[in-house]
Every structure is written in structure tokens, then in C-alpha cells.
């Protein structure tokens, strides 16, 4: 019998028998065992003895072969035709191999450019869609020591309350709110550090902040926006409203359901927060951290309306150049205690008690120190970002005692970072990373690491290819982890402490041209952002855990373009603002904990607006608003559950009666297996909720900001293009009896509520 010549033949290397011998430039050697010589076809030929035995064994294999066919039936069936004989099929000669050298053998193969080629950047981790609520809390925080203790106070304190935070009353919710993974003395420590580096960097003769102040008259010809035209709000309940007029300055109190109140009137309603007119667009906004009960500060970055205003002639559109004023305005908003002894907002009204004026032009980003300073005259230190491509840490100083507003024009600023020696990289976003350090995004893609006392670059590394358009850290449980997300990319999570080891990033590449949609949740230790995709109408909003970053969660869709949004240092409620107006709020927790559970999400209201008419003295009005409030919540249902279950139900009916048995409970969880479980996350990402409608842009939702004080964690201010902020406390009651029942002996805070019950 002949035997192939690959089973004959053995491949080695000579460095495989000689160790001294290199490997690099080495070919491979194919040697065959002495004795016979090759056929034609390939095959060896044996000794003659042996060739008529290897004839007849070959006869016996084929009638073997032949039998060993008609096995399977037992009564074959005669055919109608005479059967014909088969012809054996001639053997194909093998090609013989050539010899290759080991440089080629090891050769990677190029990237496949084609774009109907396979996928190949994809990951599948242990999250799953279907893991349940005890699984997920292990793959999310089990890298901590008492993940279990502090998941359990998270769950019984926010789990009940899914579209709305409850208010803050005992001392054991404040503390939650304030400090839920850190420890409770962590504020005060750093407090405590970052006065003594102040004062070490005074009697140092370190830089200090130079400016001058200004008059009202001045600051507001030169660096603030200013208009005498007057705005016409629609404000109150559906069926009911009632025109107001407003002008830059002007607030409007309204009651807890979105109506105007009178603040004279003897029965004061239950105060629901203030309709504030600053006469600008306002681009960034932010609350200033406090440990008090004193007035809260909100800073906000205002520019006039024709800085956004269509031009017909790109040429004649205003540029850095010629914009060089800048300014930051610092509003205080009264507090007062209610009935029940939270915080709200007070019946007085807000006033501009500060203003920071500048030459470094408009200020595209602003932050508060997360640390205050703590003394009298210093509320804390804040980092604004200029057009100039320079980003700047100022004091924002507040005169003691006096009850009118001052104006200040900072000539130097406390520190001032820039890339040094690159004059064609500018500093396009940054985060703090504690009260000493700063990590910015760069337009080269880059981001850098910076240390304020004493002021200088740490490192700088190479992320993304694209300029950076967001940056968010996990301050104040994970500071070092930074997640930078690119213009045009993958939203890349990197640990500082370890850059060039430490990075993870959603194979997802995406597109991102608008700012401020990335956000980082302190509950929950993940980052909210847009679901990582090149669709131009994505409207969903997706969740990555630190543990589990590559695989986003769903957490909401909106009916229309997201333009911001924003998540409470202090719960683990979302808003999101949008294109139409809209602002909508949902319970993170509950939607990526809930197995097959209902969860809602609610529209808070509804701006809209109209541009004033043309007429000869066009400049008195500048248009019009409507501000609706009432709406019902809704059901928060992944993007294409409704479909694709709607397409499964429509199939089983074709199925016959066989479909139609059963309980209608398990034909529901059939829909649901089918239609939700087994669909591919990613493509539903990208499904279109309805056709994109476009707004004015004046309509939109500009910035969101929620408080980042315990006390006032329900506070929320959202600016819309229009030139309104609307400062709103979203505070529900019912949280006093749970927090006052969980501390009794029955309730473990080791044993976590059991959210999994429906579906045991």
C-alpha cells in the first residue's frame, strides 16, 4: 500500500537541532526517510513484495466501503432506472510545497481595508444583558472590600424613586450623598492640605493673581452681555398660561409645579425654585462646592446672541481676534429651611454678586475647585478655559458684607497652564483631578497631567488621533482614572498611575462634535455618555461601569438630538437636555440593575422658542418662549424592544395552533426572549426613534448642572438658548420613613434588598 508523501515527509528547522544556529533568516528543510522514490502523483512507491497484498486490501476496503452505504436502510427501494455504474474519480495531484522561509511563515497579514470585510475590532466580556442584579453587583464593584455594605445603603436609599431624587433628611442620607465610597473625612483632609499649599505658595513669593476693579457702567459695555430688548415667556400650568415679560437681569419665582407665585402673598407655595433672564447664551455653568448651609454660588459663561447667530457670508463671521472679552458671571441664589427641614430655594431673588472680566477671550469652559478654600473672603479657586487655547485657575473672591455685586478685571491669573514650546496646540477641555491637579484634553489628541502648587507639567501621552473634545476623571473615589472622549475616535478610559499599561476603550469608533456629554457618576463608579456610534441622529444615552468599560449599558433614548447632560455627584439620577427644549430625568441605578423590569423616565419641561418678527424697531423683543411642565412619566424601553417585538409576535403567528398553546404569560416571555435578549445591542443603538426635526436654535438646552452639595443635591440649574435658566428643585419626599426603617436591627446593611423577586 502507498502512503501519502505528507505523512512521510517531516519539516524541521536547523535551529531546532543545533541551538547555535539562528532562526531569523533561516529556511525550512523538508526531508524525507531514505528508500523508494516518488511517483508522478505524488505518492511514494514501497517494496515490490508488497504491492499485491496493498492491491487486494484495497479491493476488500472497497466493497467494505460500498456495504457499509447501505446500512442506514433497511428495505431499499428499487429505482425506476437501470443504475449506472460510478467511475471512480481521479485523484488530484497535490501541488508540492514550497519551501518558505520562517520570516513568512510569521509574516501578520495586512489590515483588511475593505469596508465589507468582517469586523474585526470586537470584544464580548462577562456582562451580559440578561445578568442578574446579585451577578452585576459583583462584575461592577466587586473589586472593592465592602462592596456589598455599600451597595446595599446605595439600593435602599434610591431604588423606590425612579424618575425623581427624593430630598435629603436624616444625617445618615446626607452622609450617603455626600461621601459613598470615600471616607467621611476625606473633604475635610483635603481642605486641610490645600490651605496649607496656599499659604506655603504665598510665603514662597509664588505668582499672584493680579486685577483691578471696574464699574457696573464698564463692565457691562465692555465684557458682559448687555440688551435692553425684552423676552416674552408663556409660563403655567397646560390650559392656563400667562404671558411675562422679561429682561436681562429679572427672575421670575415659581411655585413646586412650574407656576409663577407671588413672593409677597401671605400662603407662600411651596417654593419650586427661580426662571432667571441673563441676556445671553449661556455656554457653561457650574455650582460652587460648599460644606455649609449659606447661599449656594452658581458661575455661568454668558456670550451674546451674535456670536451663534447664522451668517450668510462665513467671511464676515466674528473670530477669536476679534472677540477678546470674556467673562465669567457668579450668581448667589438664597437658601431657606422648609417645613419639613430640607433646604429650598428662598423667596428672595438671585442676585450677580460677582463678575470675572478678562482679555484672554470667551470662556468656553468653566470649574469650580472641587475642595473650597473655606475662608471668608475666598469662596474657591476656578479654572476657566479661554479661546486662547490657555486654561487659567483664578480666586473668585466675595467682598464680606456687602450686598451689591463688584466687578473684577484679572490682568494675571493665580496659574496658567499652556503647552509649552508647541504654539499650534491649544487646550481644548480639562477636569480636576483633585485639588492640585488638573488633566487636560489637547487638539493633537493628547492629554497631559499638570500639578498647580508648583505649577508644571507631569506627563503627557498620546490617546486619541483627533482633537479631544471632552474629559471627564472619576474624582473623588477613583481620581486617577481619566476618560477622554475625541472628536472623531473611541471614548478611552486610562488610568495616570499607570498610562502605558493601564487603558481600556469601546470598540465602538464614533463621531462627537458637541461638548458637555460625558459625565462621570460618583454612585454609581461609571461614566455616562452618548452610546459610542457614527450615526448622526444618535439620541441614546449608554453607561460604562469602571470594571466593565467595553461594555456599555442602555440606559435611555430621547426623541431627539442630546445636547447636554449631567450626573448628580450625590444620587444616581440623570438628566439630559435636547435639541427640542426638552429635559428629561431618569434613575440610572434601577435601569442597569432591573432585569425585565419597567422603568420610566420623565419629561421635567418643555422650552420653545420663537424669534420676534422683523419690524422697524427690532431690538425691543427678542422673541418669544413657552415653558410647559405636567407631563406624565413614560416607559424607558430600549430603542427597538417595541419593534422587534412586535416583528416576533408577528411570526409565531405563522407558526399555526401549536404557536397559540400555552399560558399567555409564557407567550409574553416568548415575545420577550425573542424580541429583547437575542438582539444585537449595537445595531439597535442605531435605530431612529422617528424622523429629526429641526429646531431654532435658540430652542435648545445649552448646559445642566446638578449641585454637588449633600444638602442641596436636588438642585439643578439648566440653561436654554434663549437666554433663561431655569434653577429647579427636583426634590420628591418619602425617603425619611425608608432611611428610618433601614436602621432598624432587621435590616442588614451586609444583605442587599432582593430586586430579582418577579422573576424568581
Not at 470674556?326 to 431657606?336: D, M
Not at 501621552?461 to 486617577?480: A, L, R, T
Request: charge should be negative; include cysteine.
Amino acid at each position: 500500500m502507498r502512503t501519502r508523501k505528507s505523512n512521510q515527509a517531516k519539516r524541521y528547522r536547523p535551529s531546532d537541532l543545533d541551538p547555535t544556529l539562528g532562526s531569523d533568516e533561516e529556511e525550512i528543510a523538508n526531508v524525507a526517510p531514505p528508500g523508494g522514490e516518488e511517483s508522478e502523483d505524488g505518492y511514494r512507491d514501497e517494496e515490490a513484495g508488497g504491492t499485491e497484498s496493498d492491491a487486494k486490501d484495497a479491493q476488500l476496503d472497497l466493497v467494505d466501503s460500498s456495504e457499509s452505504e447501505l446500512e442506514p436502510e433497511e428495505e431499499p427501494a428499487p429505482s425506476r432506472r437501470n443504475a449506472k455504474p460510478i467511475a471512480a474519480r481521479p485523484r488530484k495531484k497535490e501541488v508540492p510545497i514550497q519551501v518558505a522561509s520562517a520570516r513568512a511563515l510569521n509574516a501578520v497579514p495586512d489590515y483588511p481595508l475593505d469596508p465589507s470585510a468582517k469586523w474585526t475590532r470586537a470584544y464580548t466580556g462577562p456582562l451580559k444583558r440578561w445578568t442578574r442584579f446579585h451577578d452585576m453587583v459583583i462584575l461592577l464593584y466587586g473589586d472593592r472590600d465592602n462592596y456589598s455594605r455599600i451597595v446595599s445603603r446605595i439600593t435602599r436609599a434610591w431604588w423606590d424613586f425612579q424618575v425623581l431624587p427624593p430630598r435629603p433628611v436624616h444625617q445618615k442620607h446626607i452622609d450617603l450623598s455626600a461621601y459613598p465610597w470615600t471616607a467621611s473625612t476625606y473633604s475635610e483632609e483635603q481642605r486641610a492640605r490645600l490651605g496649607d499649599r496656599l499659604r506655603m505658595h504665598a510665603d514662597n513669593g509664588g505668582s499672584r493673581q493680579s486685577s483691578a476693579i471696574l464699574t457696573p457702567e464698564a463692565a457691562f459695555s465692555s465684557f458682559l452681555p448687555s440688551t435692553n430688548a425684552k423676552l416674552t415667556a408663556l409660563i403655567g400650568g397646560h390650559g392656563y398660561q400667562k404671558a411675562y415679560l422679561t429682561q436681562q437681569g429679572s427672575s421670575i419665582f415659581l411655585s413646586e409645579d412650574g407656576s409663577p407665585a407671588s413672593i409677597t402673598a401671605d400662603d407662600v407655595p411651596v417654593s419650586g425654585g427661580w426662571l432667571l433672564d441673563v441676556g445671553g447664551i449661556v455656554v457653561a455653568i457650574n455650582w460652587a462646592p460648599s460644606s455649609s448651609q449659606r447661599d449656594q454660588l452658581l458661575a455661568m459663561s454668558v456670550i451674546p446672541e451674535a456670536d451663534q447667530a447664522y451668517q450668510q457670508d462665513l467671511s464676515k463671521a466674528p473670530t477669536t481676534s476679534t472677540q477678546p472679552e470674556g467673562s465669567v458671571q457668579i450668581w448667589k441664589f438664597p437658601v431657606e429651611r422648609g417645613r419639613d427641614g430640607t433646604m429650598r430655594p428662598s423667596r428672595r431673588p438671585p442676585q450677580l454678586m460677582h463678575a470675572v472680566c478678562s482679555l484672554w477671550g470667551r470662556v468656553a469652559r468653566l470649574q469650580w475647585c472641587p475642595i473650597p478654600i473655606g475662608h471668608d473672603e475666598v469662596a474657591s479657586l476656578l479654572a476657566i478655559l479661554c479661546a486662547d487655547g490657555k486654561l487659567r485657575v483664578v480666586e473668585a473672591k466675595m467682598l464680606g458684607g456687602s450686598s451689591d455685586g463688584w466687578f473684577e478685571r484679572v490682568q494675571d491669573a493665580m496659574v496658567t497652564l499652556e503647552i509649552p514650546n508647541e504654539h499650534t496646540v491649544a487646550i481644548t477641555c480639562f477636569t480636576w483631578v483633585n485639588w492640585n491637579r488638573i488633566a487636560v484634553g489637547c487638539s493633537d489628541g493628547s492629554i497631559a497631567l499638570w500639578s498647580l502648587f508648583p505649577c508644571q507639567m507631569l506627563q503627557r501621552h498620546p490617546i486619541h488621533c483627533s482633537s479631544v473634545i471632552d474629559i471627564v476623571s472619576g474624582y473623588p473615589s477613583q481620581p486617577s482614572y481619566v476618560t477622554s472622549l475625541p472628536i472623531g475616535g473611541v471614548l478611552t478610559l486610562t488610568d495616570l498611575n499607570r498610562p502605558s499599561a493601564e487603558m481600556s476603550y469601546n470598540a465602538n469608533l464614533s463621531v462627537s462634535l458637541q461638548p458637555n456629554l460625558l459625565a462621570w457618576s460618583e454612585v454609581l463608579r461609571g461614566y455616562l455618555s452618548m452610546w459610542p456610534t457614527n450615526f448622526t441622529a444618535n439620541s441614546t444615552v449608554s453607561f460604562s461601569g469602571l470594571t466593565t468599560f467595553p461594555q456599555p449599558r442602555h440606559i435611555m433614548t430621547v426623541e431627539s438630538q442630546v445636547t447636554c447632560l449631567a450626573m448628580s455627584p450625590c444620587n444616581p439620577f440623570l438628566l439630559v437636555g435636547t435639541s427640542d427644549g426638552s429635559l428629561w430625568s431618569t434613575n440610572v441605578l434601577r435601569k442597569i440593575m432591573g432585569y425585565r423590569e419597567k422603568v420610566n423616565k420623565i419629561r421635567i419641561f418643555k422650552h420653545e422658542y420663537r424669534p420676534a418678527q422683523p419690524s422697524p424697531d427690532h431690538g425691543r423683543s427678542r422673541g418669544v418662549v413657552r415653558i410647559t411642565h405636567g407631563y406624565l412619566p413614560e416607559v424607558n424601553d430600549h430603542p427597538r424592544a417595541n419593534f422587534t417585538g412586535k416583528q416576533a409576535s408577528e411570526n409565531k403567528k405563522g407558526k399555526g395552533k401549536k404557536a397559540q398553546k400555552g399560558s399567555a404569560k409564557k407567550a409574553q416571555r416568548d415575545v420577550e426572549d425573542d424580541g429583547f435578549d437575542n438582539m444585537d445591542e449595537g445595531g439597535a443603538m442605531t435605530f431612529a426613534t422617528g424622523p429629526l426635526i429641526i429646531e431654532d436654535p435658540h430652542t435648545r438646552v445649552t448646559s445642566i448642572a446638578w449641585n454637588p452639595n449633600a444638602l442641596f443635591s436636588c438642585w439643578a440649574a439648566v440653561a436654554m438658548g434663549s437666554g433663561l435658566v431655569r434653577v429647579i428643585d427636583l426634590g420628591v419626599d418619602g425617603l425619611g420613613d425608608a432611611m428610618e426603617n433601614s436602621d432598624s436591627p432587621e435590616n442588614s446593611d451586609e444583605d442587599m434588598p432582593d430586586v430579582d423577586n418577579e422573576d424568581a
